[in-house]
């Protein structure tokens, strides 16, 4: 049942994060637009089930005027909200306050500010930290999110010795041309289900500018701008989805014999395999796999 919607307001960013999911970059073209927003709003006050609608990116605070009126829209719908943001604009402890209190003042009582060396580098005094000071200071809650790099231990439970790849970040979207180099890998044959998506029953989805509607990124259950949000959610069967389907009856592995795709021997981990993968195939089902810049493409 869905609960939480993460609308990706944008897909531009200010950084170009090896570890981004999206390929998000200062490049990177995609934005809501107010219309938009306010439609996409009013359908999910039609679904009962969903009680938090939150912001993301890329990065939300480049569209300033228009992530204000989204959070004072959602709070005055009656949902919860919250935002994730790489915290460029946190200069100062005041200065961040300046940005912060007029969302708070609209409904804003979260925020999740990105604070790790993937955003800021290896500095003494992060963005991150400015801005998760300057929202405790107005009595706001904070969430901060630390990716950690690449994490690699010898694990006795596989083979006793060898290195695995026990942690970091998730190793999708940019990560899997930036971050993979070196790390230990798996037979493509172990790697027999997704242990990152509830895809049979999801409880959150993200919502792009482009009206995607993401299980996975890049991987759509429909989109909303061409039916609408309640339709796209109460018609997803999983496993008829031609990605969803096969990742469900035994995971990547499976969905490399369903399209007899070519593929390497071994992997890092799931991600890494399906990211591979769903990449191979988007044009094949470029309805389910989108939008292409998610990909690299």
């Not at 992997?267 to 993968?277: A, I, M, N, Q």
Request: glycine share 8%.
């Amino acid at each position: 049942m869905i609960t939480s919607l993460h609308l990706l307001l944008t897909y531009t960013c200010s950084y170009a994060c090896d570890h981004c999911f999206l390929y998000s970059s200062p490049e990177q073209t995609g934005v809501f637009s107010l219309e938009q927003l306010t439609n996409l709003i009013c359908g999910a006050k039609k679904i009962k089930s969903i009680r938090s609608i939150s912001f993301e990116g890329g990065e939300p605070f480049l569209y300033y005027g228009l992530l204000h009126e989204g959070i004072r829209q959602v709070t005055q719908a009656g949902f919860n909200t919250a935002v994730e943001t790489n915290c460029y604009w946190a200069t100062g402890v005041e200065d961040a306050k300046l940005w912060l209190r007029p969302l708070q003042e609209v409904g804003l009582k979260i925020i999740e500010p990105g604070d790790d060396s993937f955003h800021h580098g290896d500095i003494d005094v992060t963005p991150g930290q400015m801005a998760a000071q300057a929202a405790r200071e107005l009595g706001m809650t904070v969430k901060t999110i630390c990716v950690e790099k690449p994490k690699v231990i010898n694990c006795d439970d596989h083979i006793k010795g060898e290195p695995v790849y026990a942690g970091g970040p998730k190793l999708r979207g940019r990560a899997v041309e930036t971050l993979v180099k070196d790390l230990p890998r798996k037979p493509w044959d172990e790697l027999t289900e997704c242990k990152m998506e509830k895809l049979r029953d999801p409880g959150r989805v993200h919502i792009d500018p482009f009206g995607n509607v993401h299980i996975c990124q890049g991987l759509s259950m429909g989109n909303y701008l061409e039916s609408s949000l309640a339709e796209v959610l109460t018609s997803y069967d999983p496993d008829t989805h031609p990605v969803c389907g096969p990742l469900l009856k035994g995971g990547p592995a499976a969905l490399a014999r369903q399209y007899s795709l070519p593929h390497a021997d071994q992997y890092v981990d799931e991600c890494h395999f399906c990211s591979k993968l769903c990449k191979s195939l988007v044009d094949r089902f470029p309805k389910y796999l989108t939008p292409r810049q998610v990909f690299g493409l």
